[in-house]
Protein backbone atom coordinates (compact mmCIF):
# COMPACT_ATOMS: atom_id res chain seq x y z
CA UNK A 1 0.00 0.00 0.00
CA UNK A 2 0.91 3.61 -0.46
CA UNK A 3 0.95 5.91 2.51
CA UNK A 4 1.09 9.82 1.32
CA UNK A 5 1.99 11.89 4.84
CA UNK A 6 1.61 15.42 2.44
CA UNK A 7 0.12 16.39 -0.90
CA UNK A 8 1.64 18.81 -2.23
CA UNK A 9 0.39 21.20 -5.48
CA UNK A 10 2.77 23.45 -6.11
CA UNK A 11 2.57 26.58 -8.05
CA UNK A 12 5.68 27.04 -9.74
CA UNK A 13 8.60 24.77 -10.73
CA UNK A 14 11.18 25.88 -8.41
CA UNK A 15 8.55 24.88 -5.33
CA UNK A 16 8.15 21.46 -7.24
CA UNK A 17 12.36 21.19 -7.46
CA UNK A 18 12.88 22.15 -4.02
CA UNK A 19 10.48 19.85 -2.44
CA UNK A 20 11.66 17.03 -4.43
CA UNK A 21 15.06 18.13 -2.50
CA UNK A 22 13.43 16.45 0.80
CA UNK A 23 13.71 12.74 1.76
CA UNK A 24 11.75 9.96 0.64
CA UNK A 25 9.38 12.62 -1.25
CA UNK A 26 8.28 11.37 -4.68
CA UNK A 27 6.82 13.19 -8.02
CA UNK A 28 3.51 12.26 -9.11
CA UNK A 29 3.12 11.56 -13.08
CA UNK A 30 -0.65 9.55 -13.47
CA UNK A 31 -0.49 7.85 -10.35
CA UNK A 32 -0.96 4.62 -11.97
CA UNK A 33 2.40 2.39 -11.03
CA UNK A 34 3.34 4.54 -8.73
CA UNK A 35 0.06 3.60 -6.51
CA UNK A 36 0.78 -0.06 -6.46
CA UNK A 37 4.06 0.44 -4.22
CA UNK A 38 4.00 -0.61 -1.10
CA UNK A 39 5.43 2.19 0.51
CA UNK A 40 5.42 5.63 2.90
CA UNK A 41 6.19 8.66 1.00
CA UNK A 42 6.80 11.61 2.86
CA UNK A 43 5.69 14.06 0.22
CA UNK A 44 4.24 13.74 -2.87
CA UNK A 45 4.59 16.30 -5.93
CA UNK A 46 1.60 17.31 -8.02
CA UNK A 47 2.80 19.24 -11.05
CA UNK A 48 -0.81 19.35 -13.00
CA UNK A 49 -0.86 23.22 -12.16
CA UNK A 50 2.35 23.84 -14.01
CA UNK A 51 1.07 24.15 -17.39
CA UNK A 52 3.26 20.93 -18.60
CA UNK A 53 0.50 19.54 -20.55
CA UNK A 54 0.98 20.37 -24.35
CA UNK A 55 2.41 19.15 -27.70
CA UNK A 56 4.00 21.77 -29.78
CA UNK A 57 6.41 22.45 -32.83
CA UNK A 58 8.97 25.06 -33.56
CA UNK A 59 11.45 24.60 -36.68
CA UNK A 60 14.19 21.69 -35.26
CA UNK A 61 11.67 19.99 -32.41
CA UNK A 62 8.33 18.52 -31.41
CA UNK A 63 7.80 19.59 -27.54
CA UNK A 64 6.07 17.12 -25.55
CA UNK A 65 5.06 18.78 -21.71
CA UNK A 66 5.49 16.33 -19.18
CA UNK A 67 2.08 15.75 -18.37
CA UNK A 68 1.09 15.32 -21.86
CA UNK A 69 -0.98 11.74 -21.62
CA UNK A 70 0.02 8.94 -23.62
CA UNK A 71 -3.09 8.88 -24.79
CA UNK A 72 -2.40 12.45 -26.41
CA UNK A 73 0.19 11.30 -28.02
CA UNK A 74 -1.36 8.03 -29.45
CA UNK A 75 -3.73 10.55 -31.07
CA UNK A 76 -1.93 13.10 -32.54
CA UNK A 77 -2.07 12.95 -35.81
CA UNK A 78 0.78 15.93 -36.78
CA UNK A 79 2.94 13.55 -34.76
CA UNK A 80 2.04 10.30 -35.98
CA UNK A 81 2.54 11.79 -39.39
CA UNK A 82 5.83 12.31 -39.00
CA UNK A 83 6.80 9.59 -37.34
CA UNK A 84 5.10 6.86 -39.52
CA UNK A 85 2.37 6.40 -36.74
CA UNK A 86 5.08 5.51 -33.98
CA UNK A 87 3.41 6.54 -31.20
CA UNK A 88 -0.43 5.04 -32.33
CA UNK A 89 1.80 1.37 -32.75
CA UNK A 90 3.66 1.42 -29.76
CA UNK A 91 1.20 2.84 -27.31
CA UNK A 92 -1.77 1.20 -28.78
CA UNK A 93 -1.21 -2.08 -26.14
CA UNK A 94 -0.67 -0.61 -22.98
CA UNK A 95 -3.71 -1.75 -20.93
CA UNK A 96 -5.94 0.22 -22.28
CA UNK A 97 -7.95 3.51 -23.08
CA UNK A 98 -8.55 4.63 -19.81
CA UNK A 99 -5.32 3.38 -18.92
CA UNK A 100 -3.83 5.52 -21.27
CA UNK A 101 -5.65 8.97 -20.53
CA UNK A 102 -4.22 9.15 -17.10
CA UNK A 103 -0.66 7.71 -18.00
CA UNK A 104 2.00 11.17 -18.69
CA UNK A 105 5.00 10.95 -20.83
CA UNK A 106 6.88 12.62 -18.14
CA UNK A 107 5.87 10.00 -15.57
CA UNK A 108 6.35 6.86 -17.92
CA UNK A 109 10.18 8.71 -19.54
CA UNK A 110 11.45 9.32 -15.74
CA UNK A 111 10.72 5.76 -14.40
CA UNK A 112 13.26 4.52 -17.15
CA UNK A 113 11.27 1.26 -16.85
CA UNK A 114 12.78 -1.75 -18.70
CA UNK A 115 9.44 -2.87 -19.96
CA UNK A 116 8.50 0.83 -21.43
CA UNK A 117 7.24 1.01 -24.97
CA UNK A 118 7.34 5.15 -24.43
CA UNK A 119 10.96 4.73 -23.59
CA UNK A 120 11.56 2.45 -26.64
CA UNK A 121 10.01 4.53 -29.00
CA UNK A 122 11.70 7.88 -27.90
CA UNK A 123 15.15 6.73 -27.99
CA UNK A 124 14.81 5.40 -31.62
CA UNK A 125 13.66 8.82 -32.81
CA UNK A 126 17.16 10.23 -30.79
CA UNK A 127 14.83 12.43 -28.45
CA UNK A 128 16.01 14.19 -25.44
CA UNK A 129 14.38 15.30 -22.54
CA UNK A 130 14.37 19.02 -20.53
CA UNK A 131 14.92 18.64 -16.39
CA UNK A 132 14.22 21.90 -14.53
CA UNK A 133 17.67 22.11 -13.25
CA UNK A 134 20.14 20.10 -15.62
CA UNK A 135 18.70 21.16 -18.65
CA UNK A 136 18.82 19.29 -21.99
CA UNK A 137 19.95 16.00 -22.49
CA UNK A 138 19.71 13.12 -24.65
CA UNK A 139 17.29 10.32 -23.74
CA UNK A 140 19.95 7.78 -23.97
CA UNK A 141 22.38 10.06 -21.38
CA UNK A 142 18.98 10.43 -19.23
CA UNK A 143 18.57 6.48 -19.16
CA UNK A 144 22.21 5.99 -17.93
CA UNK A 145 22.30 8.12 -15.03
CA UNK A 146 21.02 7.11 -11.59
CA UNK A 147 18.95 8.46 -9.51
CA UNK A 148 17.81 12.20 -10.53
CA UNK A 149 16.72 14.69 -7.72
CA UNK A 150 15.48 17.07 -11.12
CA UNK A 151 12.13 17.76 -12.46
CA UNK A 152 11.41 16.46 -16.21
CA UNK A 153 9.93 19.00 -17.61
CA UNK A 154 9.67 18.63 -21.32
CA UNK A 155 10.54 15.96 -24.14
CA UNK A 156 11.70 16.91 -27.51
CA UNK A 157 11.71 15.01 -30.54
CA UNK A 158 14.03 16.00 -33.78
CA UNK A 159 11.69 16.90 -36.38
CA UNK A 160 13.18 14.88 -39.39
CA UNK A 161 10.53 12.50 -41.23
CA UNK A 162 11.37 9.04 -40.77
CA UNK A 163 10.47 5.72 -41.24
CA UNK A 164 9.95 3.72 -38.30
CA UNK A 165 8.82 -0.11 -37.50
CA UNK A 166 7.60 -1.02 -34.01
CA UNK A 167 6.97 -4.85 -32.72
CA UNK A 168 6.46 -6.02 -28.62
CA UNK A 169 5.76 -9.58 -27.81
CA UNK A 170 3.05 -10.41 -25.16
CA UNK A 171 2.31 -13.40 -23.55
CA UNK A 172 -1.42 -11.65 -23.15
CA UNK A 173 -2.96 -8.42 -23.91
CA UNK A 174 -2.18 -5.47 -22.70
CA UNK A 175 0.40 -7.30 -20.58
CA UNK A 176 4.13 -6.01 -20.26
CA UNK A 177 6.12 -6.42 -23.02
CA UNK A 178 8.36 -9.97 -22.98
CA UNK A 179 10.18 -7.80 -25.48
CA UNK A 180 9.70 -4.81 -28.08
CA UNK A 181 12.03 -3.42 -30.61
CA UNK A 182 11.86 0.24 -32.32
CA UNK A 183 13.49 0.62 -35.52
CA UNK A 184 14.03 4.22 -37.29
CA UNK A 185 15.22 4.98 -40.48
CA UNK A 186 16.56 8.90 -41.04
CA UNK A 187 19.85 10.05 -43.21
CA UNK A 188 20.79 6.04 -44.32
CA UNK A 189 20.91 5.24 -40.69
CA UNK A 190 18.78 2.75 -39.06
CA UNK A 191 18.72 3.51 -35.35
CA UNK A 192 17.32 -0.22 -33.50
CA UNK A 193 16.16 -0.06 -29.98
CA UNK A 194 15.42 -2.96 -28.12
CA UNK A 195 13.79 -3.26 -24.91
CA UNK A 196 12.31 -4.72 -22.07
CA UNK A 197 14.97 -7.71 -22.08
CA UNK A 198 13.67 -7.39 -19.05
CA UNK A 199 16.43 -4.81 -18.76
CA UNK A 200 15.87 -1.16 -20.70
CA UNK A 201 16.58 -0.54 -24.28
CA UNK A 202 19.63 -0.76 -25.69
CA UNK A 203 20.41 1.36 -28.56
CA UNK A 204 22.58 -0.30 -31.87
CA UNK A 205 23.31 2.19 -35.03
CA UNK A 206 23.89 0.84 -38.73
CA UNK A 207 24.03 1.54 -42.25
CA UNK A 208 21.19 1.28 -43.81
CA UNK A 209 23.09 -0.76 -46.45
CA UNK A 210 23.24 -3.43 -44.06
CA UNK A 211 21.20 -6.64 -44.55
CA UNK A 212 18.28 -7.03 -41.95
CA UNK A 213 19.85 -10.15 -41.28
CA UNK A 214 22.78 -9.49 -40.18
CA UNK A 215 21.47 -6.68 -37.91
CA UNK A 216 19.31 -9.07 -36.21
CA UNK A 217 22.14 -11.75 -35.43
CA UNK A 218 24.70 -9.04 -34.22
CA UNK A 219 22.47 -7.35 -31.94
CA UNK A 220 21.09 -10.74 -30.61
CA UNK A 221 24.69 -11.98 -30.35
CA UNK A 222 25.73 -8.72 -28.09
CA UNK A 223 22.57 -7.68 -26.32
CA UNK A 224 22.11 -8.69 -21.96
CA UNK A 225 19.20 -10.90 -22.09
CA UNK A 226 17.61 -12.03 -18.28
CA UNK A 227 15.20 -14.71 -17.64
CA UNK A 228 11.58 -13.56 -15.33
CA UNK A 229 8.16 -15.03 -14.66
CA UNK A 230 7.36 -13.98 -18.16
CA UNK A 231 10.40 -15.37 -20.42
CA UNK A 232 13.37 -16.87 -20.20
CA UNK A 233 16.49 -14.97 -21.42
CA UNK A 234 16.88 -17.55 -24.46
CA UNK A 235 13.75 -17.15 -25.48
CA UNK A 236 14.11 -13.67 -25.42
CA UNK A 237 17.30 -13.87 -27.64
CA UNK A 238 15.37 -15.71 -30.18
CA UNK A 239 12.65 -13.02 -30.35
CA UNK A 240 15.20 -10.72 -30.45
CA UNK A 241 16.56 -11.89 -34.13
CA UNK A 242 12.93 -12.22 -35.40
CA UNK A 243 11.57 -8.76 -34.50
CA UNK A 244 14.62 -6.89 -35.44
CA UNK A 245 14.46 -8.50 -38.74
CA UNK A 246 10.95 -8.14 -38.92
CA UNK A 247 11.20 -4.26 -38.41
CA UNK A 248 14.22 -3.49 -40.60
CA UNK A 249 12.45 -5.17 -43.34
CA UNK A 250 9.03 -3.00 -42.60
CA UNK A 251 10.94 -0.30 -43.04
CA UNK A 252 13.02 -1.13 -46.05
CA UNK A 253 9.48 -1.90 -47.83
CA UNK A 254 8.17 1.05 -46.93
CA UNK A 255 11.15 2.57 -48.30
CA UNK A 256 10.70 1.17 -51.48
CA UNK A 257 7.16 1.86 -51.61
CA UNK A 258 6.23 -1.86 -51.70
Known amino acids: MLTIDKYLRPSTLEEAYEAAQKKNSVVLGGMLWLRLANKRVSTA ?36 NMTGNLFR ?3 KAIVGVQFRNLATAGGSVFGRFGFSDVV ?13 KTGALSLEDFCRMGKVNDI ?64 AERIAGDAVFTGNTRASAEYRRHLCRVLVKRAVDEIMAEREGI
Request: a negative charge.
Open 152 to 215: LTEIRIPKTPVHTAYFAQRNTATDFPVLNVCAAEKKETITIVVGARPLGGTVYRFSAAETAENM
Open 89 to 91: DAL
Open 120 to 132: TALLALDASVVLY
Open 45 to 80: IDLSALGLEYVTEDEDFWHIGAYTTLRTLETHEALN
